[in-house]
């Protein structure tokens, strides 16, 4: 079902949240500016605190198609703008030559032509859809070369690309643009320039408990405060990489298909590697380390 843009910062709040994405104010305003000026909104955070969920959450409630550009080391043109269907164009040079056309220059007008375009991500973003412009999600910038964001600027700027046997192709009206980066390096202030921005952190206690009861239906109550209280500990030690919302949610969903109804330390110690992925980290909170934690989070919790 198709909806219309918010109308409003309270509308913009209220439509993440119909698709289950617990949001700040902050959030609702920029990406509300966002959505009414049709500018481009550049995310960045740590990995885990749902910057690509914002996309896939603006694609469902507003009935819009989600065109994701994953992004990634040696990423070009060919993969993300458009390529030629070379053994098409090599077959139907071949049937031209059988059929007797020596034209070179009418042959080159047919296989350069749509029908032999292969339009990757950010050209699909650029096509006219029925239910309205897309969402194009453009995930993790920062694994993408240096040299890739060049090709962005043109359609960040414009929402149109060159394709020199073609021309110039425009969007008839902007798409919904997501940037998501990890800032594992810094990004072009020539990128930055043509988005607003938004810092996306990890959540406070309060929301990120509203968080887990949203995602995670099953799970009791005083546990729910209990993984809150133990993550939200975690993250003001000195971890190599601190867990996300996403890894919240998945040892909240472990600890309740185990039917966990408090955190003990053997049910941490058995469950911990769904929340730290490093062994560094895991070696940092094993035995007298995750017993304190564990008192401290039955302690917040009650």
Same mark, same amino acid.
């Given at each position: 079902m198709i909806h219309p843009l918010p109308a409003s910062i309270d509308e913009t709040l209220a439509l993440l949240g119909s698709g289950g994405y617990v949001a700040g104010r902050d959030l609702a305003t920029v990406l509300y500016l966002a959505l009414k000026l049709e500018r481009p909104l550049f995310v960045e955070g740590e990995p885990g605190t749902g910057k690509t969920e914002i996309a896939k959450v603006l694609s469902a409630t507003l009935g819009r198609r989600l065109i994701r550009l994953q992004c990634y080391e040696g990423l070009d043109v060919s993969s993300a703008v458009y390529e030629w269907n070379y053994a098409g164009q090599m077959t139907a040079i071949r049937l031209a030559e059988v059929q007797g056309q020596r034209d070179r220059t009418l042959i080159e007008s047919q296989i350069f032509s749509e029908r032999y375009l292969v339009k990757r991500p950010?050209?699909? /973003?650029?096509? &006219?859809?029925?239910? *309205?412009p897309p969402v194009l999600l453009i995930d993790e910038l920062d694994r993408a070369d240096e040299p890739f964001e060049a090709f962005l600027l043109e359609v960040l700027s414009d929402f149109q690309v060159s394709v020199p046997e073609l *021309?110039? #192709?425009? /969007?008839?009206?902007?798409? @919904?643009?997501? #940037?998501?980066?990890?800032?594992?390096?810094? @990004?072009? !202030?020539? @990128?930055?320039?043509?988005c607003l921005y938004h810092w996306v952190d $990890?959540?406070?206690?309060? =929301?990120?408990? /509203?968080?887990? =009861?949203?995602?995670? &239906? *099953?799970i009791g109550e005083r546990?729910?405060?209990?993984?809150?209280? $133990?993550?939200?500990?975690?993250?003001? *030690? !000195?971890? $190599?990489?601190?867990?996300?919302? /996403?890894?919240?949610? !998945?040892?909240?969903q472990a600890l309740t298909a185990l039917d966990t109804v408090s955190l003990s330390p053997e049910a941490v110690q058995s469950t911990l590697g769904v929340l730290l992925k490093y062994q560094d980290d895991l070696a940092k909170i094993r035995g007298g380390e995750v017993e304190r934690l564990v008192a401290e989070a039955r302690s917040a919790a009650e």
């Open positions: 950010l050209l699909q /973003a650029l096509e &006219p859809q029925v239910e *309205g *021309g110039v #192709i425009k /969007a008839a009206r902007p798409p @919904i643009v997501i #940037i998501t980066s990890n800032r594992t390096r810094e @990004i072009h !202030d020539a @990128i930055k320039r043509r $990890f959540p406070d206690a309060a =929301r990120e408990l /509203a968080i887990v =009861r949203r995602k995670v &239906p *099953g546990l729910s405060r209990e993984v809150v209280a $133990f993550v939200q500990s975690l993250r003001s *030690g !000195d971890l $190599f990489k601190m867990p996300g919302v /996403a890894e919240t949610l !998945d040892w909240a």
